[in-house]
T-cell receptor
Framework: AQTVTQSQPEMSVQEAETVTLSCTYD???????LFWYKQPPSRQMILVIR??????QNATENRFSVNFQKAAKSFSLKISDSQLGDAAMYFC??????????FGTGTLLAVQP | DSGVTQTPKHLITATGQRVTLRCSPR?????VYWYQQSLDQGLQFLIQ???????AKGNILERFSAQQFPDLHSELNLSSLELGDSALYFC??????????????FGPGTRLTVL
């Protein structure tokens, strides 16, 4: 079975600082994809970043980057220069051969002004 | 805006009733997925359709059913509703059934409240 674990229910960061959200996963498949989705108070699920397991290079999208450690099955999200608009619930997700997304329980990020 | 639309935004109904949730995928997307987000179960995959055919099933109750129409919009039917069915129901779409470029984009969700 595939699982995704987010061990930090809540995190807090000061505006303009950097924060890292943790995610670990388990899968027996060799070809899979990992995602971070953001869910602000509006409840919309917004794709933040995507990582293909076959790529060694860590994905980056502007202020968002990941640290993908395949052997350790770890996929953390780093948010640099945090902004008030980054405050949201962040979900880590895994997609394997079945194409369905397996989500973690989420990390609620607060950004302090 | 992801390009995925869902109607209605909110739905309030009573136990035992039946409701239909509607989803229109992004232009060009052939796959539609339904997810349920509840406080106790988190985000769970329900079912996937690709070009009108059911492709994968998750933890979907027998009281729930879905279909994808020739114009690619999809409907999720929930019947004999129970209090525990109250949740946020998301539709997502992607270009193809399976592929390296396949990413799911989510609609705004339908919030269902069963009283």
């Amino acid at each position: 079975a595939q699982t995704v674990t987010q061990s930090q229910p809540e995190m807090s960061v000061q505006e303009a600082e950097t924060v890292t959200l943790s995610c670990t996963y388990d899968t027996s498949e060799s070809d899979y994809y990992l995602f971070w989705y953001k869910q602000p108070p509006s409840r919309q699920m917004i794709l933040v970043i995507r990582q293909e397991a076959y790529k060694q290079q860590n994905a980056t999208e502007n202020r968002f980057s990941v640290n993908f450690q395949k052997a350790a099955k770890s996929f953390s999200l780093k948010i640099s220069d945090s902004q008030l608009g980054d405050a949201a619930m962040y979900f880590c997700a895994l997609r394997g051969a079945t194409n369905k997304l397996i989500f973690g329980t989420g990390t609620l990020l607060a950004v302090q002004p | 805006d992801s390009g995925v639309t869902q109607t209605p935004k909110h739905l309030i109904t009573a136990t035992g009733q039946r409701v239909t949730l509607r989803c229109s995928p992004r232009s060009g997307d052939l796959s539609v997925y339904w997810y349920q987000q509840s406080l106790d179960q988190g985000l769970q995959f329900l079912i996937q359709y690709y070009n009108g055919e059911e492709r994968a099933k998750g933890n979907i109750l027998e009281r729930f059913s879905a279909q994808q129409f020739p114009d690619l919009h999809s409907e999720l039917n929930l019947s004999s509703l129970e209090l525990g069915d109250s949740a946020l129901y998301f539709c997502a779409s992607s270009e193809q059934f399976r592929g390296r470029t396949d990413t799911q984009y989510f609609g705004p969700g339908t919030r269902l409240t069963v009283l």
